[in-house]
């Protein structure tokens, strides 16, 4: 098997993304000693060595990972000049996505079915979770992120709003009573939540006739995963502030209340994240695809 420099490319990518020779051949459905072949030639080409290599792992030496962040917008937009003159060409091949538990498992994932009836040939690989990612680093083509973004080597597009909502178990408002104003909060537990990348406590949100009112307020738990929040405010632990579309269905059975109702918290926005401006058709189809999704 002839492996040019382009493909070469294209599995150096893939080994890195994958952490593995092996996956990476299977990742590409080739044989694993064209892996290999694909390596060598680059860093015969290159003239410099990419990857150390021991029996358990594998790493990128500093020109390694230099290489792979210069090639990977490349490598985008050779796959969008080739896809511009074939766009009746079937799609296919990997993306990988990240995104907050609560929009995987309760937004993404169930309408999914819908997305592969139009593109059965994508494979998406999906990592959810409440940590901030680095696209390069992790591989990622897009991220989708709730709130305010930190400053970072990224494209943001705006994808809409969410809507937040602020509540407590019927168990500690008959504990604690409801609360009727924002002074009375100064009296309860809430769940705070942590950011993951800077370790600070997040700020509670409300609106105000003057404004938006930003408070930090007492508590004993703090937790960084949306499952883990939930489940502390099932618990009764303490108030809790977060997306309408994760505790709605908690409040419509009844396991949770909503709280302070005319003192809403400002909707937070949504954005998808890429690492370079140069998009693939995949990606740009699945954007567009979660905008529809988004405006229903």
């Not at 210069?70 to 511009?84: G, H, I, V």
């Not at 977060?242 to 269905?249: A, D, I, R, Y």
């Amino acid at each position: 098997m002839q492996i040019n420099l382009f493909e070469s490319i294209r599995i150096f990518i893939e080994i890195v993304e994958s952490g593995s020779f092996t996956r990476a051949a299977e990742n590409l459905q080739i044989h694993r000693p064209a892996v290999t072949k694909a390596l060598q030639l680059l860093e015969q080409h290159s003239g410099t060595r990419l990857l150390q290599r021991t029996t358990r792992r594998i790493n990128l030496t500093p020109d390694g990972e230099e290489f792979y962040h210069r090639s990977k917008p490349l490598l985008a937009q050779a796959d969008e000049l080739l896809e511009s003159f074939s766009s009746d060409r079937v799609l296919h091949g990997q993306l990988r996505i990240d995104m907050p538990i609560a929009l995987a498992a309760l937004l993404v994932i169930p309408n999914l079915p819908d997305f592969y009836k139009q593109y059965p040939e994508i494979e998406i690989i999906l990592s959810s979770s409440d940590r901030r990612q680095d696209m390069l680093r992790d591989g990622l083509d897009c991220v989708l992120r709730v709130g305010e973004l930190d400053d970072g080597d990224y494209v943001a597009h705006r994808m809409g709003d969410i809507k937040m909502t602020t509540c407590a178990s019927p168990g500690y408002i008959a504990i604690h009573g409801m609360p009727e104003s924002l002074e009375d909060l100064r009296e309860h537990q809430v769940i705070n939540w942590i950011n993951s990348s800077s370790r600070q406590i997040m700020p509670w949100t409300f609106t105000t006739p003057e404004g938006t009112a930003e408070v930090t307020l007492p508590g004993k738990l703090i937790v960084d995963n949306s499952q883990a929040y939930v489940s502390a405010g099932l618990a009764g632990l303490g108030l809790v502030q977060g997306m309408t579309v994760f505790l709605k269905p908690y409040i419509d059975s009844g396991q949770l209340v909503e709280v302070l109702p005319r003192n809403p918290s400002p909707d937070r926005k949504l954005s998808l994240l890429y690492p370079h401006r140069h998009l693939s058709r995949k990606v740009r189809i699945f954007t567009e695809w979660l905008e529809s999704l988004l405006s229903k």
